[in-house]
C-alpha cells in the first residue's frame, strides 16, 4: 500500500532534531557527572553514554528517511546504520555473551564507573536497525516490512515505561542484562514512531489515513489504548507518593495494562473494516455504473423509437384529415384510436426518457412566468373526457392571492395532470378536489397543490412503495388499472428539482389525499437533479 508519508518531512526533522538535542544534553551530562540531566526520579537509572550515541546516530536516520532518494544519501545512510546500529549492537551482544554485564569492566575500564549500556537498549537498537535497512531498500516487500519491525521495536520502551510508572522495576532493570532507563526508553518511543510515520512507504501506517470507518476507528482507539495505560500510571506514582494508593488500587492499574494486547487486534479491525468498506465501495461504483449504462441505453433506445413514431404520428394525422374531407367516418374513427395508441405509447418513451435524463443528473428546468388560473384551465380540458368516463366529479377550491409563478410550468403541469389522472382513475362516481393554496414556509413564499379523491384509497404497505420508479402500489393495480408506475416517480423528482415537496395521504376504502409544495419563485436557472 503505497502513499504519502503522514510526516511532513520538516516535522520529521525537528523531531530528529529533538533527539539528537535529547542525546548530545544526556552525553555531557554523563561525562560531567550532571545526573539531574540523565534521569528524571533520583532512584531511577540514568541515561548511558552509549545509548546517547546510539541516539545521535538514530536521529541522523530519522532526519534521513524522508528526504529525496539520492546515491549520497543512501551511501551516509547505509554507512551509520550498519556502522553505528547493525555492527556496534552485534559487537556489544557478543561482548555480553562473552563477559557477561560487566563487559565493560573488562574492555573499556576507563568508561565503568559510567555504566555498561543495557542488553535490551541494544537489541532494541539492533531491531530499529534492521528496520531503517528494509525501509531505504529497493525491495517493495522489504519496505512493507520495515514498519512491522518498527512497531515491534515499540514493545521493550512501552514495557519499560509501564514498569517506571507501575512501579515494576523487573520491567526496566534486571541485574543480568542491565537497566533500560526513563528517557532512553522515551527516546526509542520517539525515533520509533518519528520513523513509522515519516516512511516514503507508509504501508500499515496507511491505516491513520483517510475517512473510512476503520481509519476512524483506528486514529482514536489506539493511540488511546497505547497512552491511557501510561497516563493512568504517571497518577498512581501522584497517588503512590501521597500515600493514597491501595492494594486494590494497584491491583486495578497493573490488570490494566493488558490493554496493549489489544492494540494488534484493534489494529486488525481496522484493516478488516476498510477492507470490507472497500469491497463495498467497489460494489457500490460498479452498480452506478451499471446504473449509467442502463440509463444511456434508455436515452438512445428513446431517441430511436421517438422518430419512426412521430412519423407514424405525422401521417396518421395527415391520411385522418383526408378521410374526414372524404366523409369516411368509419375510417376516421379508427384512425383516432391509432392517435390515441400512438401517442399513449409517446407519452411513455417521454416518460423513460425523463427517467434516464433524471438518473443521469442532466433534466434541467424551463423557467417562466405564467398564471395558475391558466394552469388549472388547460387541466380541466385535458382531464375531462376521463372525468365524464368515470362519472365523477371534479372541483377547483383555489385562493385569490394565488396569481403567478415563476416556474417550470410544464413539469408542473405534467405532476398535476399525472395525480389527476391516477385520481380519476381509482375513483368511479366520485368527487376529485384540486385545492390550491398560498404560504410562508421559511420565510419564502411557497404555493401547496392538494389533489383529493374519494377512490379506493391504499394501505400503508402501498403508500411505502409510492415514489418508485417502475413500481405501483400491487401487482393486482398494474392487472387491473394499467401503467408503468413512472408517473409518482417522475412527480416526486420533478417536485425536488424545483425545490419542493410531494407527499401523500391515504386509508384504504376512504381516498387519498397528494400534496405537492412548490416555491412561487425559482431563482436557479440552472437547477439539476444530481
Known amino acids: 500500500m503505497q502513499g504519502a508519508p503522514l510526516l511532513s518531512k520538516t ?72 556502522v553505528f546500529g547493525i555492527f556496534a549492537s552485534i559487537f556489544v551482544l557478543v561482548l555480553y555473551f562473552m563477559y557477561g554485564i560487566d563487559y565493560d569492566r573488562l574492555v573499556f575500564p576507563q568508561f565503568h564507573d559510567l555504566g555498561a549500556i543495557s542488553v535490551p537498549s541494544v537489541v532494541n537498537i539492533f531491531i530499529m536497525a534492521t528496520a531503517f535497512l528494509c525501509a531505504i531498500s529497493y525491495n517493495r516487500f522489504l519496505q ?36 533500560v532507563s526513563f528517557l532512553t526508553a522515551w527516546l526509542f518511543i520517539l525515533s520509533t514512531l518519528t520513523a513509522f510515520f515519516s516512511n516514503p512507504n507508509p504501508g500499515i501506517a496507511n491505516i491513520f489515513r483517510g475517512n473510512q470507518p476503520g481509519n476512524a476507528f483506528a486514529k482514536y482507539l489506539i493511540p488511546t489504548l497505547i497512552v491511557a495505560p501510561i497516563l ?46 472497500t469491497e463495498l465501495f467497489i460494489a457500490k461504483e460498479q452498480a452506478e455504473e451499471s446504473n ?3 440509463s444511456a441505453f434508455l436515452a438512445n433506445m428513446s431517441h430511436e423509437l421517438r422518430t419512426p413514431l412521430n412519423t407514424v404520428i405525422g401521417y396518421t394525422e395527415m391520411v ?60 380541466q380540458l385535458q382531464i375531462e373526457p376521463q372525468l365524464k368516463e368515470q362519472n365523477n366529479i371534479f372541483t377547483v377550491k383555489m385562493n385569490s392571492d394565488v396569481k403567478v409563478m415563476h416556474s417550470d410550468e410544464k413539469r408542473i403541469r405534467q405532476v398535476l395532470l399525472n395525480l389527476l389522472s391516477n385520481a380519476t382513475k381509482f375513483t368511479k362516481a366520485g368527487e376529485i378536489t384540486l385545492e390550491i393554496t398560498s404560504s410562508i414556509q421559511h420565510q419564502e413564499p411557497m404555493i ?7 377512490g379506493i384509497g391504499m394501505t400503508q ?60 419563485q425559482i431563482e436557479d436557472l440552472n437547477r439539476e437533479i444530481e
Not at 468 to 489: P, W
Open 11 to 82: 516535522a520529521a526533522h525537528y523531531l530528529a532534531g529533538v533527539i539528537l538535542f535529547v542525546a548530545v544534553i544526556t552525553f555531557v551530562a554523563d561525562c560531567f557527572n550532571l545526573t539531574l540531566l540523565t534521569n528524571v526520579y533520583s532512584e531511577w537509572p540514568p541515561v548511558k553514554p552509549l545509548a546517547s550515541v546510539a541516539f545521535f546516530s538514530i536521529s541522523i536516520l530519522v532526519w534521513l528517511l524522508p528526504e529525496k532518494p539520492s546515491l549520497a544519501r543512501k551511501y551516509i545512510f547505509w554507512f551509520i546504520n550498519w
Open 144 to 179: 512493507q516490512c520495515a514498519q512491522y519491525i518498527f512497531v515491534v521495536s515499540l514493545i521493550i520502551p512501552l514495557f519499560a515505561l509501564i514498569g517506571y510508572f507501575y512501579d515494576v522495576p523487573v520491567f526496566y532493570s534486571m541485574a543480568s542484562v542491565g537497566d
Open 232 to 277: 493512568v500510571g504517571y497518577f498512581y506514582i501522584i497517588l503512590g507518593n501521597k500515600g493514597f494508593a491501595t492494594a486494590k488500587f494497584i491491583e486495578a492499574m497493573t490488570t490494566f495494562q493488558s490493554t496493549l494486547i489489544s492494540v494488534p487486534i484493534v489494529w486488525a479491525i481496522a484493516f478488516w473494516i476498510n477492507r470490507k468498506n
Open 292 to 294: 449509467r449504462t442502463k
Open 320 to 379: 385522418q384529415e383526408k378521410t374526414n374531407a372524404a366523409g369516411q367516418n368509419d375510417y376516421s374513427a379508427k384512425l383516432t384510436q391509432v392517435l390515441d395508441s400512438a401517442n399513449h405509447l409517446l407519452g411513455l418513451i417521454d416518460d423513460i426518457l425523463d427517467v434516464s435524463k433524471i438518473e443521469a443528473g442532466k433534466m434541467e428546468l424551463f423557467l417562466e412566468d405564467f398564471k395558475v388560473e391558466d394552469l388549472v384551465k388547460t387541466l
Open 448 to 454: 401547496q397543490f392538494a389533489v383529493a379523491d374519494t
Open 461 to 520: 404497505a402501498q403508500v411505502d412503495k409510492l415514489f418508485q420508479s417502475f413500481s405501483q402500489a400491487d401487482i393486482s393495480t398494474t392487472r387491473k388499472f394499467g401503467g408503468t408506475g413512472l408517473g409518482l416517480y417522475l412527480s416526486k423528482q420533478y417536485c425536488e428539482m424545483m425545490g419542493g415537496s410531494i407527499r401523500v395521504e391515504s386509508k384504504e376504502g376512504e381516498g387519498s389525499l397528494f400534496t405537492m409544495v412548490l416555491p412561487l
